[in-house]
């Protein structure tokens, strides 16, 4: 074969005299062009999200509940694979897996989650060899617990999802690449049942879920029905937690401590079903209620060994400078609790001991002046509950309302950081809370299994 050899016009050695014909361009107009060419790539990339995005915000717009999981093949596999794929198959799939999987409840189906596999990298046999056919969504492989379900949900998911914004458009980074769970307030009410209420302002949140040594941490953020934003600072494995219980104080459950009642409050009295029977029973009308939302608090729960409680509740409020207020509060009660067939006790229920100085008389609480500590009890002479009114200096006299017996002590005085309205803190111990039945039985096993929880 023959080469014809090129002209020297064309010989590297020309290449000097044809750059020296060539208009040499501004160097304003260079930098312009090469940022062009660098940004409306990029722009178009955030105008047109990934296939997998897109099918994760179809599913956020639908799930009430959604979680994301790194690939970790060496963990033994979890039940929603067996019962999507077989136990062989499960298996197999498992091993072989590289990259996060997802699953999630649509509302109606919440007793089974929907299997969520990136579709990229399945085998092709795989989509129509299982029981029931998946779903495609996006570049997603839904895999429905059974026909119903998968035709429900079919009939929601819409062909064109408008982008999300806000906490949701925050979350797809984290349920894409992290290990997270965002909910909706359908989950939130199934999950907490009668305790639902007490986080309105969690309704809807995303968070990204972390293993570190002997426990589980965690850090997003969640909003209220109204929208409001509260972000969850992330925690460090090696910082010293704030103390809100006493690590050493084995008989306390639960303890909640925070600068107002309303973040407990909002959602039950929100309801006229709850105000009213306050009102017309127990004698707190809008006065009443107004105090109870701005009084800084805390919440105790402690377990009861004997006797006809599993457990007692102290609250403990600061009284400041409104003592009258607190006063008209407690004679409203003590009418509605002799209403409601309970008796005051007018004095100690045991001696005290002989080594212990004698205890002062308790005055049984009346309409014009509640004692400084009142017991009711019911007919068979079971106290139920009461109060202690602790004087101190200032605005560290408080109030500690309690169900079930007595508290052995006053309550602590709450640090200064509540009584300047900052926050709310809670620590509670799952596991021994599950043991007892006083934790929500629909739960996730790994919060009813554990033996701390802190929240801040």
């Given at each position: 074969?023959?080469?014809?050899?090129?002209?020297?016009?064309?010989?590297?050695?020309?290449?000097?005299?044809?750059?020296?014909?060539?208009?040499?361009?501004?160097?304003?107009?260079?930098?312009?062009?090469?940022?062009?060419?660098l940004l409306v790539p990029s722009?178009?990339?955030?105008?047109?999200?990934?296939?997998?995005?897109?099918?994760?915000?179809?599913?956020?717009?639908?799930?009430?509940?959604?979680?994301?999981?790194?690939?970790?093949?060496?963990?033994?596999?979890?039940?929603?694979?067996?019962?999507?794929?077989?136990?062989?198959?499960?298996?197999?799939?498992?091993?072989?897996?590289?990259?996060?999987?997802?699953?999630?409840?649509?509302?109606?189906?919440?007793?089974?989650?929907?299997?969520?596999?990136?579709?990229?990298?399945?085998?092709?046999?795989?989509?129509?060899?299982?029981?029931?056919?998946?779903?495609?969504?996006?570049?997603?492989?839904?895999?429905?617990p059974d026909l119903l379900s998968?035709?429900?949900?079919?009939?929601?998911?819409?062909?064109?999802?408008?982008?999300?914004?806000?906490?949701?458009?925050?979350?797809?980074?984290?349920?894409?690449?992290?290990?997270?769970?965002?909910?909706?307030?359908?989950?939130?009410?199934?999950?907490?049942?009668?305790?639902?209420?007490?986080?309105?302002?969690?309704?809807?949140?995303?968070?990204?879920?972390?293993?570190?040594?002997?426990?589980?941490?965690?850090?997003?953020?969640?909003?209220?029905?109204?929208?409001?934003?509260?972000?969850?600072?992330?925690?460090?494995?090696?910082?010293?937690?704030?103390?809100?219980?006493?690590?050493?104080?084995?008989?306390?459950?639960?303890?909640?401590?925070?600068?107002?009642?309303?973040?407990?409050?909002?959602?039950?009295?929100?309801?006229?079903?709850?105000?009213?029977?306050?009102?017309?029973?127990?004698?707190?009308?809008?006065?009443?209620?107004?105090?109870?939302?701005?009084?800084?608090?805390?919440?105790?729960?402690?377990?009861?060994?004997?006797?006809?409680?599993?457990?007692?509740?102290?609250?403990?409020?600061?009284?400041?400078?409104?003592?009258?207020?607190?006063?008209?509060?407690?004679?409203?009660?003590?009418?509605?609790?002799?209403?409601?067939?309970?008796?005051?006790?007018?004095?100690?229920?045991?001696?005290?001991?002989?080594?212990?100085?004698?205890?002062?008389?308790?005055?049984?609480?009346?309409?014009?002046?509640?004692?400084?500590?009142?017991?009711?009890?019911?007919?068979?002479?079971?106290?139920?509950?009461?109060?202690?009114?602790?004087?101190?200096?200032?605005?560290?006299?408080?109030?500690t309302l309690f169900l079930g017996?007595?508290?052995?002590?006053?309550?602590?005085?709450?640090?200064?950081?509540?009584?300047?309205?900052?926050?709310?803190?809670?620590?509670?111990?799952?596991?021994?809370?599950?043991?007892?039945?006083?934790?929500?039985?629909?739960?996730?096993?790994?919060?009813?299994?554990?033996?701390?929880?802190?929240?801040?």
């Open positions: 074969m023959r080469f014809k050899a090129l002209s020297p016009r064309w010989s590297p050695q020309g290449w000097p005299s044809l750059r020296s014909k060539l208009p040499r361009l501004p160097l304003a107009c260079t930098l312009l062009t090469t940022l062009v060419l722009l178009l990339l955030g105008r047109l999200p990934r296939p997998q995005a897109i099918g994760l915000e179809k599913l956020m717009a639908q799930a009430s509940l959604l979680q994301s999981f790194r690939a970790s093949p060496d963990r033994p596999v979890p039940e929603v694979w067996r019962q999507r794929f077989g136990m062989p198959l499960a298996e197999k799939l498992w091993r072989l897996q590289t990259r996060t999987w997802w699953q999630f409840w649509d509302g109606h189906a919440e007793a089974q989650p929907f299997l969520a596999l990136p579709l990229r990298g399945l085998p092709p046999a795989l989509l129509t060899s299982v029981a029931v056919p998946p779903l495609t969504v996006g570049d997603l492989a839904i895999f429905p998968r035709q429900i949900l079919s009939s929601r998911l819409l062909p064109e999802v408008r982008r999300s914004g806000g906490l949701r458009l925050r979350c797809l980074p984290r349920l894409e690449h992290e290990q997270a769970v965002f909910w909706r307030p359908s989950a939130l009410g199934v999950l907490l049942g009668p305790l639902a209420p007490f986080l309105q302002n969690y309704q809807e949140g995303c968070l990204s879920l972390t293993i570190r040594g002997d426990g589980l941490l965690w850090t997003g953020e969640a909003a209220s029905v109204e929208g409001m934003v509260l972000q969850l600072p992330a925690r460090g494995v090696n910082e010293t937690p704030w103390p809100v219980m006493n690590p050493s104080a084995s008989d306390e459950l639960l303890e909640v401590q925070g600068s107002s009642l309303e973040r407990l409050l909002a959602g039950l009295l929100a309801r006229e079903l709850i105000r009213q029977p306050l009102a017309e029973r127990y004698g707190l009308g809008p006065v009443q209620i107004s105090l109870l939302r701005q009084t800084p608090f805390r919440l105790l729960l402690k377990p009861k060994a004997q006797g006809p409680f599993q457990a007692s509740m102290e609250v403990t409020v600061m009284v400041g400078n409104q003592q009258s207020a607190w006063k008209e509060l407690l004679v409203r009660l003590s009418k509605a609790l002799e209403k409601e067939g309970l008796r005051p006790l007018a004095k100690p229920t045991a001696p005290p001991k002989p080594t212990e100085a004698p205890k002062p008389t308790m005055s049984p609480p009346t309409a014009s002046a509640p004692g400084p500590m009142a017991l009711w009890q019911r007919k068979d002479g079971v106290v139920v509950g009461g109060w202690l009114w602790s004087s101190g200096n200032g605005s560290n006299e408080q109030i017996p007595p508290p052995s002590q006053p309550g602590r005085v709450l640090p200064e950081r509540f009584l300047k309205g900052e926050g709310m803190l809670l620590m509670a111990r799952p596991q021994k809370l599950a043991t007892l039945g006083l934790l929500p039985p629909d739960l996730p096993e790994v919060v009813k299994r554990s033996a701390w929880l802190w929240f801040a």
